[in-house]
Every structure is written in structure tokens, then in C-alpha cells.
């Protein structure tokens, strides 16, 4: 079974410029978490659900889909 799942690849992440993640707020599974405004978004695997629409939102490339 292939599962997918969005990975934050936090290297690429700049929250401080983002202030609140535009890829965290486009989950609509509220998979992405953002605890404070400006600090990298931290994800919940079991809610994925790899639908891309965080990777979609991100300005930096900092989210992917990996299969699995």
C-alpha cells in the first residue's frame, strides 16, 4: 500500500518571514501545526492525508510528498 505524506523539509522553511504559515493554514486536515507565529510548522502523520495542499501554499518549497 502506498502511503503519502507531507514532510516539512525545515532547511528551506523561513517562518520568521512567513509569521503564520500559509502551508499550515491550507491544511485543511490541520495536519501542519504552527504552536507560535514565525516558528517552522510541525506535522501530525497520522492526520496527513498527502492531498499536496500544503505544498501548494508554501512560498518556500519547504513542504514535499513523500510516498512510502
Keep these: 500500500m502506498n502511503t ?12 520568521q518571514e512567513c509569521g503564520t504559515c500559509p502551508a499550515a ?3 485543511k486536515h490541520r495536519m501542519l501545526k504552527q504552536e507560535t507565529t514565525g516558528e517552522p510548522p510541525m506535522p501530525d502523520p497520522f ?5 499536496g495542499d500544503c505544498v501548494r501554499a508554501c512560498p518556500y518549497q519547504a513542504v ?5
Excluded: S
Design 4 to 15: 503519502k505524506i507531507a514532510l516539512v523539509q525545515f532547511d528551506k522553511c523561513h517562518a
Design 64 to 68: 514535499r510528498i513523500a510516498t512510502g
Design 25 to 27: 493554514a491550507a491544511c
Design 47 to 51: 492526520l496527513c492525508r498527502g492531498c
